[in-house]
């Protein structure tokens, strides 16, 4: 697909999507986040995708929403419109496993996007940072909420009201990004991560999304209830008979994704 914004390319099993805006440091735009949803929605059709990534470049995974592009706008601009809502929040209901592979700065917007992806694999020189309070507004893409959750109160408070930028190792200790990688190689390596995500039963992978996602919406006891029932119900499928057979048999599973 050609897209001004981003690019888009299918490697084996895995969609990759490269955010493209080296002039602005990959800051979200309309068309960017538009075209973004466009790729991710032939991602989720393609039945040969069992993962995507979302990437930027080595300076900057994105550094916010456009201020350029936001600056004018008034209050009934951004209420009518529903600004940073629809394909902003695209990523969020991708049913196939999402990780944002994060070099150089990601804030605001792009801080925002990399953790509303299912899991966060960093670069040494990866940089996030809630910095919205500088120009005269709060977080608006979930980063309130996201961070909070990822690194508690203290350190989202902290960062959200400095606008101060957390560094990898700091990023990896406190929950925000699952590793960090050398950024040599590190493009090679999150793929070898992404294909070996694509390389399990296509719908386990999306029901192990959904349990662990569920952890954020629910209670504990209603949470583990929805894993039980997800679990069991796992026994009518036919992946489940070919996985624990291939155990058994000492060999490696041949999924059918049914
Ligand atoms: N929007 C629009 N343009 C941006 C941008 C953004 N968020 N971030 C960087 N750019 C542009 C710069 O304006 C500059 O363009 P020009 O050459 O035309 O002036 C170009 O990218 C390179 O940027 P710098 O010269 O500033 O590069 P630097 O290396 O000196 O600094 C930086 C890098 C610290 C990331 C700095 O660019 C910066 O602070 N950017 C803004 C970060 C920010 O405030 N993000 C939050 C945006 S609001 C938001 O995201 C709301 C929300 O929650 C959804």
Known sequence: MAFETIAAEKKDNVGLITLNRPDALNALCDSLVNEMAEALDDFEADAKIGCIVITGSEK?????????EMQGKSYMDAYQEDFITRNWERVVSCRKPVIAAVQGYALGGGCELAMMCDFIIAAENAKFGQPEISLGVT?????????TRFVGKSKAMEM???GRMMDADE???SGLASRVLAQDGFMDAVMETAAKVASMS???AMMVKE???????MTLSEGVRFERRMFQSLF?????????????EKRKPEWKNR
């Open 236 to 248: 009518a499928t036919d992946d489940q008979k070919e996985g624990m057979a291939a155990f058994v």
């Open 202 to 204: 296509r719908p386990v």
């Open 139 to 147: 977080p608006g893409a979930g980063g309130s909420q996201r961070l």
């Open 211 to 217: 349990v662990v996602n569920r952890a954020y919406e």
């Open 60 to 68: 900057a995974f994105a550094a916010g929403a456009d201020i350029k």
């Open 171 to 173: 990023a990896e200790r």
């Open 160 to 162: 959200c009201l400095t």
